[in-house]
Structure formats: structure tokens, C-alpha cells
């Protein structure tokens, strides 16, 4: 006895789908921080190098001693830029110096001392 055609099977592979990732987002409510990756100091001193490399690229990890969280490993922040004197140099002009050290005029003497309203 012949079976009718039948339609193959549909295998389904299982996806990872990030559930958080792929929930809305709601506005004004910033998502949970990611859990940080935690390390053994054990497993840190064989991978230091690309601990430090991670570390490089932003990510946050945490060293652990016999379990507990010891010390945590960060990346550096950006240098805060140096000043550069005479940026402004041409741009603005200041008074004379003689007029930027002369006495104040009695009448803005007197308004500087009375009380804001």
C-alpha cells in the first residue's frame, strides 16, 4: 500500500535570540547594565593579555579571589586635553590694561553693594 506524497518535515532550528535585546524599549527607562564577566585570579594570570586587550575595548571585568570579587579591571579614560594658550589670539580684543585696573565708578560701587531683589 503507497502512502500519499506527504510534505517534508519541517526541522526547526532553535536561534539565540537575545529575549532582552528584543524587547521594546521603553522611553525615559534605561535598560539593566549587561552582567559583568568575572575572572579567577588564576584564569586572569594565564590570560592577562587578553584580559587587558578587553579591558581596551571597554569592556568592565571583575577579578575574583577564591570566589568573592576582589578587584576590577577597567579601561583607562580618555586623557582630559591639554590647554592651548592664545586659542582665542585675534578672535576677542580686551581694553587697554590701565582702563581694566581703574576704580569702579561710585554709582556701580553702590550697585554692586545693594541687595539682589
Not at 575572572?39 to 571583575?62: C, P, W, Y
Not at 582702563?99 to 545693594?114: I, R, S, T, V
Request: charged fraction near 25%.
Amino acid at each position: 500500500m503507497e502512502q500519499p506524497d506527504q510534505p517534508p518535515l519541517l526541522v526547526r532550528r532553535r536561534t539565540s535570540i537575545d529575549p532582552v535585546a528584543s524587547r521594546p524599549r521603553l522611553p525615559g527607562i534605561k535598560p539593566m547594565p549587561e552582567p559583568l564577566r568575572t575572572v579567577n585570579v588564576h584564569e586572569a594570570k594565564t590570560h592577562f593579555s587578553r584580559l587587558i586587550d578587553a579591558a581596551h575595548a571597554g569592556e568592565t571585568i571583575v577579578l575574583a579571589k577564591g570566589g568573592r570579587p576582589w578587584a576590577r579591571l577597567v579601561p583607562l579614560e580618555p586623557p582630559i586635553p591639554r590647554r592651548q594658550p592664545g586659542v582665542l589670539a585675534g578672535r576677542i580684543s580686551l581694553p587697554p590694561v590701565e582702563e581694566l585696573l581703574a576704580p569702579l565708578p561710585a554709582e556701580e560701587l553702590a550697585g554692586l553693594e545693594q541687595p539682589l531683589p
